[in-house]
């Protein structure tokens, strides 16, 4: 193996992405707009103009203006810091809850897909039995016995999500451990551990980022719609979802207040989906 | 193509299993005591023996395995206590549901139809050309926007401001139109890649040169012929997307209004109506996974490939 430095490293890296970038333009800007969402994400606390959790009920439902640049909602919150402090809360734990569904599900998946035999069977049918329940029904399930809050149905969510990335990942490795070049690499003495990380890792991550990216989307959707419904984050949480459910009994004197929130979950969405798509159109010569 | 329709059957009733093993322990974990429920509505004094007394009568003395065997029995004759509320028996207030929810999923499914068939067929026959660009374009916002938003937007536009449709509620026609719109535009986006896809591929291959070559009018071609095996997979999504389906119409019915089972359930749960919502969840996963089964019957009755070959392996 050639030695590569860091730097090296680091810059083809970087022209890399800016390649990717610019052959597909539709994907940047989901990038891009990822990125800004993130930063906001990180720095929310920094970012809030008014404390989004502070209730004046005299300041309620004011239009906007240079101290609340989209007005209050209808406890005088402002709406901009509250969108905000919303972005940890939606974005945050949404890629949080995807990150552990594949921390859990690739493990799993290349374990399952490389030992075969009776382990494989074993997790399979685990996903099998998992698997069998849509996970918003289970979710319903969750909080209709043991009472909304948000951690109660990520942990329903979570229970269900593994499972289509323990799939996909044993599939490909099945496949994969079929071709000469895996074999080729047992005889000069690979173990199972260098061939996982060195071979597998690398034919799973494409398909794998491609699902990531669409189903941190899904899951932005899912959190917000249990939120919507009050199953989710319960107020006066700024959860995107539950401040539109907020705002829904004011729709008609003052539409902003669900819009605004609305408008949100779409734009990160999209640019979940922008990436997907990119990333697909760059894997899968067929689609184009 | 039997072992098939057989091993498809075993895997339902599996699925059936690990929807009853959830919910039971599911309502095992709820708060509350029910023992101290009867005793504070019989207005009895919380005493041991009292307890005692409850416990068996309710057959919560013996082993858990014992119990699910017992409830098991009585959930199969569709015996599922009554609403804590109205005392209403939760079997007869899901049939009362039932009806409307089914209807809104049949006219979700309907507009689901008229947005992705002819952006599907569009997108294949105009592939790489705006047309094209512009069916993902509305496949992707459909893939984005939040069935919620959507349908406050469409309520605040076709009902405040328009004034056509009706605002909330059921019982007519026109109040399925906004719902159905919402939940089958959130859907679509899956059938019109699919559709495309699998349109482009049929598009692709001798067969419909040979029809090409034939003279019949490329409609005709494409509408029918390439369309024919591009539908399989739809038959197929349509099955899997059944529980996509479910939990958009709770969504759709809370925001509309719609007295279907969704709303109901949202109900139950604010209210902690414990056996209404063990009645949806069972009534819908049996649903889920009989429509699951059925999609996957339907395909192998479609599909000459499966249906003729011998010798099926899983």
């Known amino acids: 193996m050639k030695a590569e430095s860091p730097t090296n490293v680091v810059t083809q890296s970087a022209y890399a992405s800016w390649r990717t970038i610019r052959r597909s333009p539709v994907m940047g800007i989901g990038i891009g707009i990822a990125a800004i969402i993130l930063l906001i994400a990180s720095l929310s606390p920094w970012l809030t103009l008014n404390d989004p959790l502070l209730i004046q009920m005299s300041q309620r439902l004011r239009a906007p203006s240079l101290e609340y640049p989209l007005g209050t909602d209808h406890m005088g919150r402002c709406i901009i810091s509250r969108l905000v402090a919303g972005t940890r809360q939606t974005v945050g734990l949404s890629f949080c809850a995807s990150a552990v569904v594949i921390l859990i599900g690739v493990p799993l998946g290349l374990l399952a897909g490389y030992a075969k035999g009776y382990l494989d069977a074993l997790l399979m049918r685990l996903a099998d039995a998992a698997g069998a329940l849509p996970e918003f029904l289970l979710a319903i399930a969750v909080a209709g016995f043991l009472g909304p809050g948000l951690v109660n149905t990520l942990f329903a969510i979570a229970c269900v999500k593994w499972i289509g990335y323990a799939r996909l990942v044993r599939g490909i490795t099945l496949s994969e451990c079929k071709k000469d070049y895996i074999h080729a690499s047992i005889v000069a003495g690979s173990g199972g551990w260098r061939i996982i990380r060195r071979h597998l890792l690398r034919q799973v991550a494409s398909p794998l980022a491609i699902m990531a990216a669409a189903d941190v989307g899904k899951t932005i959707l899912l959190i917000s719609a249990l939120s919507y419904l009050g199953l989710g984050a319960q107020p006066p949480s700024p959860e995107w979802g539950a401040m539109l459910s907020d705002g829904r009994p004011y729709f008609q004197i003052a539409p902003e207040q669900m819009i605004y929130p609305g408008l949100c979950i779409l734009i990160v969405v999209l640019a979940c989906n922008l990436i997907s798509d990119g990333l697909r159109d760059l894997m899968d010569v067929r689609s184009r | ?314």
């Open chain 2, 1 to 314: 193509m039997f072992k098939h329709v057989g091993l498809r059957l075993l895997q339902l009733v599996l699925m059936l299993i690990v929807l009853s093993l959830v919910t039971f322990v599911l309502m095992k974990m709820a708060p509350g005591d029910p023992v101290l429920a009867v005793l504070k509505a019989d207005e009895r004094p919380v005493t041991e023996a009292n307890q005692q007394v409850v416990r068996q009568a309710l057959g919560l003395d013996k082993p858990l395995y014992q119990q699910y065997g017992s409830w098991l029995l009585q959930v199969a004759r569709f015996d599922m206590g009554r609403s804590y509320t109205t005392n209403q028996d939760v079997w007869q207030l899901l049939m009362e549901r039932l009806p409307a929810t089914v209807s809104l999923m049949f006219s979700s499914m309907l507009a689901l139809l008229v947005f992705a068939v002819p952006l599907g067929l569009l997108a294949a026959v105009y592939c790489g050309r705006s047309v094209d660009h512009a069916s993902r374009m509305i496949a992707l916002l459909g893939a984005s926007i939040p069935s919620f938003w959507l349908g406050l937007l469409l309520i605040y536009l076709f009902s405040y401001r328009l004034n056509w449709l009706p605002m909330m509620g059921g019982g007519s026609l026109y109040h399925l139109i906004l719902p159905s719109v919402t939940l089958g535009f959130v859907m679509a986006p899956e059938y019109i890649r699919l559709l495309r896809s699998g349109l482009l591929e049929g598009l692709s291959q001798e067969y419909i040169r040979a029809a090409r070559a034939r003279g019949i009018r490329e409609w005709r071609v494409t509408a029918i012929y390439a369309m024919r095996p591009a539908l399989l997979p739809i038959v197929s999504l349509l099955g899997v997307s059944m529980g996509a389906l479910i939990a958009g119409s709770v969504v759709t019915e809370t925001l509309f209004g719609w007295p279907g089972l969704g709303s109901m359930a949202m109900e139950a749960i604010t209210q902690r109506n414990y056996p209404v919502i063990q009645g949806y969840i069972l009534l819908t996963g049996l649903g889920i996974g009989l429509a699951n089964w059925l999609s996957d019957v339907g395909l192998l009755l479609l599909d000459p490939k499966i249906r003729h070959e011998k010798g099926m392996s899983a």
